[in-house]
């Protein structure tokens, strides 16, 4: 089915489907000044880790699920759905008495907040090739809706929290999803009936036993690395390997498995790209976590403060990104990567060597820049690997194997933090700087060693 270039979806639908896109991206950008507060009210202890990684860990699953849930039952209703669960999650955030509920009540709202990424693309592309137009347009709406909740998130969540407690945090979803139900059963047409498929056919659909291995690897191996701080429980560890085990013996015999490992196994290529992305976004996360609580904690700043000071790092990654995307026509992706890692190992030695508590605003400004540098080359040269590295029949897959490997490294980044990144004088800016830069050297040799193979081979 051809397209034409020139025609695009309505412009009203492409926003109506981002406005409930960006709940996702919020959730996370505001919790980075409400940590503080919450920690506060709630006490501290092992569970502060999992509030943050809780949207992760529920997102990971149910990212991949709902683009099969979406072909089940339509897309719009599923999105709708994801919404109401948000609605749900958000009303009961306030009222939660410990850090444990609070934890499952993240847990929840991963799950709403993860359905709309995967349910907007799949209704992009079915109303395109109805109205035979090009998805361009609206999947550059969705795309800068992410880029902006990401760059004014934590400007943003700090006068929240800074005028109505932690508790805003979860309050100011409740216009936004009241905002994105109405736009969308306003535009976006109504999905055709579909036969039923029935309770069975919904649980081979979105493979149970493999999900059920993924989550327990994963949170297993989560335990794992908290023990470290207080004594290593390694139990934990031998758990999440049973859980991988069981994870690739079932992805081998399973018909339609939750993450198809089959696809990594056969391609080390795309096995080294996720690797290298989860690894990345533990830095991110590091960062978009660990240092808001510093400021505040150790800096003495209030949210506002600390949300302001996180603009930098997301104002250069906005433009790094455009800059990354324009040289990736023009040079190696592995190219992109090194000076991606070249910044973070920049960045990591400003936060060790020259950062402290009493440190002039400026500093933290151009600490904030550097931080935010590797943002677009490490990204769009791990997405410049991903298709070099997979054919166009298994784009779909290795697109959902790449997005739950940065949803992984979301989550262990929490581990990192609470066990590196604690606040307390120049500790904390410095562990993370030593991550940061560790991690941005590892990056750096791994990929000018891939460049040196890729130019040798290209030369015989």
């Known amino acids: 089915m051809t397209t034409t270039t020139a025609a695009q979806l309505p412009r009203p639908m492409s926003w109506a489907l981002g406005s409930g896109t960006i709940l996702q991206g919020l959730n996370s950008a505001v919790l980075a000044v409400a940590l503080v507060s919450i920690g506060a009210d709630l006490g501290t202890g092992p569970a502060t880790a999992w509030i943050v990684s809780a949207l992760y860990l529920s997102a990971a699953v149910c990212s991949p699920t709902g683009g099969r849930l979406a072909d089940l039952f339509g897309p719009r209703r599923v999105y709708l759905v994801g919404l109401a669960i948000t609605l749900v999650a958000s009303v009961a955030?306030?009222?939660?008495?410990?850090?444990?509920?609070?934890?499952?009540?993240?847990?929840?709202?991963?799950?709403?907040?993860?359905?709309?990424?995967?349910?907007?693309?799949?209704?992009?592309?079915?109303?395109?090739?109805?109205?035979?137009?090009?998805?361009?347009?609206a999947l550059g709406v969705i795309a800068l809706c992410?880029?902006?909740?990401?760059?004014?998130?934590?400007?943003?969540?700090?006068?929240?929290?800074?005028?109505w407690g932690w508790e805003g945090i979860f309050w100011v979803n409740v216009p936004m999803v009241a905002n994105a139900a109405f736009w969308v059963l306003r535009t976006v047409p109504a999905d055709p009936p579909r036969a039923s498929v029935g309770f069975v056919g919904t649980l081979r659909a979105i493979d149970p036993v493999g999900l059920v291995a993924f989550v327990a690897t994963l949170a297993t191996l989560m335990l794992g690395l908290l023990s470290l701080e207080t004594g290593a429980r390694w139990w934990w560890f031998v758990a999440a390997a049973v859980g991988v085990v069981v994870l690739v013996l079932?992805?081998?015999?399973?018909?339609?498995?939750?993450?198809?490992?089959?696809?990594?196994?056969r391609n080390p290529?795309?096995?080294?790209?996720?690797?290298?992305?989860?690894?990345?976004?533990v830095s991110f996360y590091t960062i978009f976590y660990g240092l808001p609580q510093w400021l505040e904690a150790s800096r003495g700043l209030g949210p506002v403060g600390a949300g302001l000071l996180m603009v930098p790092v997301f104002g250069v990654g906005v433009v790094s990104t455009v800059v990354a995307?324009?040289?990736?026509?023009?040079?190696?992706?592995?190219?992109?990567?090194?000076?991606?890692?070249?910044?973070?190992?920049?960045?990591?030695?400003?936060?060790?060597?020259?950062?402290?508590?009493d440190s002039p605003v400026w500093l933290f400004v151009l600490l904030g820049g550097l931080l935010g540098l590797p943002n677009g080359f490490n990204n769009i040269g791990n997405q410049l690997q991903l298709h070099s590295a997979?054919?166009?029949?298994?784009?779909?897959?290795?697109?959902g194997l790449y997005r739950t490997s940065q949803y992984v490294g979301a989550a262990l980044a929490a581990v990192v933090v609470a066990a590196g990144v604690t606040p307390g004088g120049d500790d904390g800016i410095h562990a993370l700087g030593a991550w940061v830069g560790g991690i941005g050297l590892l990056l750096v040799l791994l990929s000018l060693a891939a460049l040196l193979v890729t130019r040798r081979s290209t030369a015989r």
């Open 93 to 137: 955030g306030p009222f939660v008495p410990s850090l444990e509920w609070l934890v499952a009540d993240r847990f929840l709202l991963g799950v709403g907040t993860a359905l709309q990424f995967p349910t907007a693309m799949a209704i992009i592309r079915r109303e395109a090739q109805r109205r035979r137009t090009s998805p361009a347009s």
């Open 146 to 163: 992410g880029q902006t909740t990401a760059a004014l998130g934590p400007a943003v969540g700090g006068p929240i929290v800074a005028v």
């Open 250 to 265: 079932w992805s081998a015999r399973s018909p339609q498995p939750f993450l198809d490992v089959r696809l990594l196994t």
């Open 269 to 281: 290529a795309l096995w080294r790209t996720c690797v290298r992305a989860m690894v990345t976004f």
């Open 325 to 357: 995307t324009r040289l990736g026509s023009r040079v190696p992706a592995h190219l992109l990567l090194v000076v991606g890692g070249a910044a973070m190992v920049a960045a990591g030695a400003l936060a060790v060597w020259a950062v402290t508590v």
């Open 390 to 399: 997979v054919e166009q029949q298994q784009a779909g897959v290795a697109s």
